[in-house]
C-alpha cells in the first residue's frame, strides 16, 4: 500500500458492541485514501472478536494493549505506526458523516500551508442528529495558536474525533 492520505486512528476499550457502527461510518466514506489502526485498550469484553469478525480490508490494522495503560497511551502507540500524511481519530463511540475525510482533503488542497483542520460535530440521540456540539456562528480565530488553548467551546470548538493534523 503507497502512502495513504489519512490514518484514522481508533483507539477502543469496553466498546465491543459500539465498535461496529463506528467502523462502518468509515468505511462509507467517500474519500477511501485512508488506513485505520483499530487499537485496543485490553478490552475484556470480547472486542477482538468483533473486529476480527468484521472481516476489514487490508488498510486495516489491529493491535492490543495489554495493562489497561489507557487512552492517551493507546493514541501515541497508534501514532507510532501511522503512515497517513495527516493523522485524525474516529472515537468508537462517535460516528463520521459520510463525506467527513473528503471534506478534509479538499480543504487541504485548497490551502496547503495549514497544518490542522477541524469540523463541527453532531449530538446522535434517538437514531437521530439532534444538534451541533458548537454553535457554527461562533468566531474562531485563524492562524497560529498559543499552546494553552484547550478543547471546548470557549476557545478552540473542536473534539478529538473532529480534527486532522498533518
Known sequence: MSRPLFTVIMPTYQRAVMLPSAVQTLLDQTCQDY????????????TEDVVRGLRL?????????EGH???MFARNR???RAKGAW???????????PDR?????????ARPEVGFWYSNGYTHRFGRLISRVFDPESQVPAGKFPG?????????PYLTTNISIR
Open 57 to 65: 480490508p487490508e488498510r486495516f490494522s489491529y493491535f492490543r494493549l
Open 87 to 97: 493523522i485524525t481519530y474516529l472515537d468508537t463511540d462517535d460516528f463520521y458523516l
Open 101 to 109: 475525510l473528503m471534506e478534509f482533503k479538499k480543504a487541504s488542497e
Open 148 to 156: 494553552w488553548y484547550a478543547v471546548g467551546d470557549r476557545r478552540m
Open 78 to 80: 497508534a501514532l507510532e
Open 35 to 46: 488506513e485505520c489502526i483499530i487499537v485496543d485498550d485490553s478490552s475484556t469484553d470480547g
Open 69 to 71: 495503560p489507557g487512552n
